[in-house]
């Protein structure tokens, strides 16, 4: 490769060198610093996310490749770094109220946050199997990190040893995988592998390990187990970033390596997507009806709304004229609505004493009323009640299910969400109707800041779906267009 070819790439890709070099220059200057000083690596981190996604959304506008077509920089790509940069920024803003007394490494958490955003954006680019794998490694060792990052504790030391041996074995089988990928076609491209699959056993023997280690990271049934133990463990704003940037980056995975598969294993994928949208929406909405924490029941949460998901993923890989953009739009609309219900959480809570159970979320509404009602539309909006975002991203995903003559996925996946609305509704009965057992929190203002922009875009795009849809559609064809050889 020339020089003026990696200067070209390089240029390429400068919204994720912007991270890179940012999370670098705070993790260099945080030792050197002294504390008055401190602020200004916030400010830091902040500026390098803002100015990362600004030129990110040039990118909806053309398409081009980098490191020898390796990464592709296309509308589908940009519409994922734009979820995960939004997630990574508003984690971000929650996190300097949150945990600015918690630890004494706020800086590096700063890092750890854009060197993960980093990951994810690279592997929602990248078309060659070993390019998506590094990026896969860089956001789950970040990932790992930030999921023990609270190191006093018990429980979070727990989660993050526990992620970090349950999700290296799923790397390990994702690997295994590429392995058997590439010696069945005998390329790591993956317009290659999906237009030539070569060797059909080994191929298929491949795609399934590749299928597994992706499950497990989004977190669908059976391999959900993980999921409550590590959300609950870890510190509430590194909760709510994996369960909106972490299981968006596995969708991309999913996507990217499934959709225009070959002939005779795409049957037999739409069936084990099938199987799992159903167990997922099943499993995760029963299991949440019985938490007594509200962390554990926004877990479980997770995982059924992993299965709607999928129940798009089932319409896309059935018929590929539909489904795409029901899928991509449902996880921008679960961005926003899940990561303000998690800051709510983080909002509330004392020092020193999360406010993760339902005990003390009650009355919520007496100490915190702007709070409570911000809670109510998130809470509304994860159940799928209209006019919220949560609503027309169910509509689509459903929608997609029965054009692509999936009806009875489609049923299901409307009875579970009306199971959902119990737990839901659990939590503003706990907020608005119980006496308060817990007390006042501290002012938190950039908390509360963006919880209000949150809770806006929620309501707005509720109202007013299709301003944001378009741009689903437009990332979903450019990816359509990729796989139709």
């Not at 602020?39 to 990362?52: E, P, R, Y």
């Not at 955003?117 to 929602?124: D, K, P, R, Y």
């Not at 060792?141 to 930030?146: M, P, R």
């Not at 970090?164 to 491209?189: E, H």
Request: hydrophobic share 55%; with cysteine; glycine share 8%.
């Amino acid at each position: 490769m020339s020089m003026q070819v990696l200067f070209e790439s390089t240029l390429a890709i400068l919204p994720e060198c912007i991270l890179i070099l940012t999370a670098l220059l705070i993790l260099i200057c945080a030792p050197i610093l002294k504390k008055r000083w401190m602020g200004s690596l916030f400010l830091l981190a902040i500026s390098g996310t803002v100015l990362s996604l600004v030129l990110n959304f040039s990118r909806f506008s053309g398409e081009s490749s980098a490191f020898s077509g390796a990464l592709v920089i296309d509308s589908f790509s940009a519409y994922f770094n734009s979820l995960f940069l939004l997630a990574a920024l508003a984690t971000i803003l929650f996190s300097k109220d949150h945990l600015e007394k918690r630890t004494q490494w706020l800086e590096e958490f700063y890092a750890l946050v854009l060197f993960c955003t980093s990951g994810m954006m690279i592997l929602a680019s990248s078309v060659e199997l070993m390019t998506l794998f590094v990026g896969f490694e860089i956001m789950s060792i970040a990932v790992y990190i930030l999921s023990g990052f609270r190191s006093r504790s018990l429980d979070s030391t727990e989660s993050g040893v526990k992620y970090l041996v349950l999700g290296g074995f799923s790397s390990a089988v994702l690997l295994f995988g590429i392995a058997l990928l590439y010696g069945a076609t005998g390329s790591t491209f993956l317009e290659e592998i999906l237009r030539n699959p070569g060797n059909l056993p080994m191929y298929v023997c491949g795609a399934a390990f590749v299928a597994v280690g992706v499950i497990f990271k989004i977190g669908a049934v059976p391999l959900h187990q993980w999921v409550p133990d590590i959300y609950d463990g870890a510190p509430l704003t590194v909760t709510g970033y994996m369960s909106v940037a972490v299981k968006a980056a596995a969708f991309v995975l999913l996507l990217r390596i499934f959709l225009g598969s070959a002939p005779g294993f795409e049957n037999y994928m739409t069936v084990a997507v099938q199987i799992a949208a159903v167990l997922t929406m099943i499993v995760g909405n029963i299991a949440a009806i019985y938490q007594k924490s509200v962390k554990r029941m926004l877990a479980y949460s997770s995982v059924a709304h992993a299965g709607y998901a999928l129940v798009g993923v089932a319409a896309v890989l059935s018929d590929s004229s539909v489904g795409s953009g029901s899928v991509l739009y449902y996880l921008f609309a679960y961005t926003f609505m899940n990561l303000g219900a998690f800051g709510i959480l983080a909002y509330a809570s004392r020092e020193g004493n999360d406010c993760d159970t339902f005990e003390r979320i009650s009355g919520l509404w007496s100490r915190k009323p702007a709070a409570s009602l911000a809670l109510g539309v998130f809470m509304f909006s994860l159940a799928g009640i209209p006019p919220t975002i949560g609503f027309f991203g169910k509509y689509r995903v459903f929608l997609a299910a029965v054009d692509a003559n999936l009806t009875p996925l489609a049923v299901i996946g409307i009875i579970t969400s009306v199971i959902s609305a119990y737990y839901y509704l659990k939590v503003l009965v706990y907020a608005f109707m119980k006496e308060d057992s817990y007390g006042a929190s501290a002012n938190k203002p950039l908390s509360g800041a963006t919880i209000a922009v949150l809770t806006a875009v929620t309501v707005f795009f509720g109202i007013f779906p299709f301003l944001s849809w378009d741009l689903a559609a437009q990332a979903s064809n450019t990816l359509l267009a990729a796989v139709a050889f």
